[in-house]
């Protein structure tokens, strides 16, 4: 094997060994056979609930081990591949040639799945291996902040559908002329919320305007806010004294009916004035359910911003606002898409704009847990 390929190597095995102990494989083992044992007893199911929080979490443990043990077993594989391409060298040089090939990009997929496993680690929070709630806003800019929001709208969800995560769309408000005041939905997945929460804050597009006459420059901006989604265990409870509930029918963009039916819901909880709504089920009850669901989350993010506060007072927080410098995103007068505050760039605005996100969000995973640290 050339020395490069040798340092790549050794380089890969010592990351995959580094993931492997803070992963701790010998508890990871011993939890997914003490929740097989537990998924075993016939009486578990007397307990839905608690059911499913065990064949869920044995599910996650058994998907880490064989997650762990594949990428080890390629990584074993890969001298082999090179060592096969060397011996073929002097018989057949074109073979040896698509071999060595396929021994390089087998090496280059592995290094971008041990990266990625490498940052999830990193997220260690309370409620990082949850799914996430994101909400998007447009914000100054007029029309083109509006356009704007839906871009990003879209860019989140392409990336969600390229990684394979299911979301669903809670509600749209459409503006006037074009895009959308704002939009909410939840990507589901292990860790969404830890991966998607550097995403929260301030993002800035700088484009000709296509809604404007000239050839004039126009600053757009859209706030992102990424919540975990609530669980049981979080104990958030909403006294239905403390809620106002409004149905209203449904619409699309334009005003246009998507429903004939007072099936959309606006929950406002009054001591905090959170307003939450919901339509984008047909059933009044399922939108009911889903704005409770969001209001919840954004409860639980109010108790954990509060005691944020008081910790930092006493002097042992952190920059609870490190989300509010955000990203860039320039069009014209040359293209670049830029963290403000990992300085990561790229120059190929359209292929982050259509879900290109894996990097950023490595860059700032790394970021925040350097800043934590």
């Keep these: 094997m050339q020395p490069e390929v040798t340092a790549?190597?050794?380089?890969?095995?010592?990351?995959?060994?580094?993931?492997?102990?803070?992963?701790d494989l010998e508890e990871l083992s011993t939890r997914a056979r003490e929740l097989e044992d537990q998924s075993a007893d016939p009486s578990l199911w007397d307990d839905?609930?608690?059911?499913?929080q065990v064949t869920s979490e044995l599910s996650r443990t058994q998907a880490k081990l064989r997650k762990i043990s594949g990428l080890r077993g390629r990584l074993e594989d890969i001298p082999v591949m090179y060592e096969m391409?060397?011996?073929?060298?002097?018989?057949?040089?074109?073979?040896?040639?698509?071999?060595?090939?396929?021994?390089?990009?087998?090496?280059?997929?592995?290094r971008a799945e041990i990266e990625a496993l490498e940052v999830t680690t990193m997220l260690s929070g309370d409620y990082d291996q949850r799914e996430a709630v994101v909400s998007i806003r447009?914000?100054?800019?007029?029309?083109?902040?509006a356009d704007w929001a839906e871009m990003l709208l879209r860019m989140y969800t392409r990336w969600a559908e390229k990684a394979g995560h299911k979301v669903d769309v809670y509600d749209i408000s459409y503006a006037e002329e074009a895009g959308i005041k704002s939009a909410t939905f939840v990507v589901h997945g292990e860790y969404m919320y830890g991966t998607l929460s550097v995403e929260q804050g301030a993002?800035?597009?700088?484009?000709?305007?296509?809604f404007g006459s000239g050839d004039k420059r126009q600053t757009s901006f859209a706030e992102v806010e990424v919540l975990p989604v609530v669980e049981q265990t979080d104990h958030i409870d909403i006294p239905e004294s403390e809620i106002r509930v409004d149905v209203y029918r449904s619409s699309g963009p334009g005003g246009q009916s998507v429903n004939t039916t007072d099936s959309a819901v606006r929950i406002t909880h009054e001591p905090t004035g959170i307003v939450v709504t919901c339509q984008n089920e047909k059933s009044q009850i399922q939108n009911r359910a889903s704005a409770m669901r969001?209001?919840?989350?954004?409860?639980?993010?109010?108790?954990?911003?509060?005691?944020?506060?008081e910790m930092d007072a006493l002097g042992a927080g952190g920059n609870a606002s490190w989300g509010n410098q955000m990203r860039s995103y320039v069009l014209h007068p040359y293209q670049m898409v830029k963290d403000l505050r990992t300085n990561y760039e790229v120059n190929d605005p359209s292929k982050?704009?259509?879900?290109?996100l894996d990097k950023f969000l490595e860059e700032g995973i790394?970021?925040?847990?350097?800043?934590?640290s």
């Excluded at 839905?48 to 499913?52: G, L, R, S, T």
């Excluded at 993002?203 to 296509?210: E, F, G, K, N, Y």
């Excluded at 982050?352 to 290109?356: E, F, I, P, S, W």
Aim: a negative charge; aromatic letters at 2%; zero cysteines.
């Design 294 to 309: 969001v209001l919840q989350a954004k409860l639980l993010e109010r108790k954990r911003e509060e005691e944020r506060q």
């Design 85 to 110: 391409a060397e011996e073929e060298a002097g018989d057949d040089p074109a073979a040896a040639k698509d071999a060595t090939a396929m021994a390089d990009e087998e090496r280059a997929s592995l």
């Design 8 to 23: 790549d190597l050794k380089d890969l095995k010592s990351t995959l060994t580094t993931i492997e102990r803070v992963m």
């Design 203 to 210: 993002h800035r597009l700088v484009r000709i305007s296509p």
């Design 138 to 145: 447009s914000g100054a800019g007029g029309v083109d902040a």
């Design 352 to 356: 982050v704009l259509d879900g290109d």
């Design 366 to 372: 790394r970021w925040r847990m350097a800043q934590q």
């Design 48 to 52: 839905p609930d608690h059911a499913q």
